[in-house]
């Protein structure tokens, strides 16, 4: 079995070297998203506190809060909300 090797003109290896270069920075820039995406999911408090190294509540068995921040702010939200309609309420009928 024979190989042939065919000689590349110095734009050809240029080209090469220029393709190669930009899938390496495509790589980059998908590396840096993905970083970026674990950053995000980083910053949730579900489960924190939790002592028995559960990935999710439904593994978990000691007891730790997995509620989602929102819920807590949405909760808040909903009480000030209430609060301000309750006084418009009141406000109309007085």
Same mark, same amino acid.
């Given at each position: 079995?024979?190989?042939?090797?065919?000689?590349?003109?110095? &734009?050809? $290896?240029?080209?090469?070297? +220029?393709?190669?270069?930009?899938?390496?920075?495509?790589?980059?820039?998908?590396?840096?998203? +993905?970083?970026?995406? +674990?950053?995000?999911?980083?910053?949730?408090?579900?489960?924190?506190?939790?002592?028995?190294?559960?990935?999710? &509540?439904?593994?978990?068995?000691?007891?730790?809060? $997995?509620?989602?921040?929102?819920?807590?702010?949405?909760?808040?939200?909903?009480?000030?909300?209430?609060?301000?309609?309750?006084?418009?309420?009141?406000?109309?009928?007085?």
């Amino acid at each position: 079995m024979s190989y042939r090797i065919e000689a590349a003109t110095k &734009e050809e $290896w240029a080209e090469r070297a +220029l393709s190669g270069e930009k899938k390496l920075a495509d790589l980059k820039d998908s590396i840096k998203e +993905l970083f970026s995406l +674990l950053d995000a999911t980083e910053e949730t408090d579900e489960g924190q506190g939790c002592e028995c190294g559960a990935y999710g &509540e439904h593994e978990c068995g000691c007891g730790a809060d $997995w509620t989602p921040r929102e819920v807590y702010e949405l909760r808040d939200e909903v009480t000030v909300l209430r609060k301000a309609l309750n006084d418009i309420i009141n406000g109309v009928q007085h």
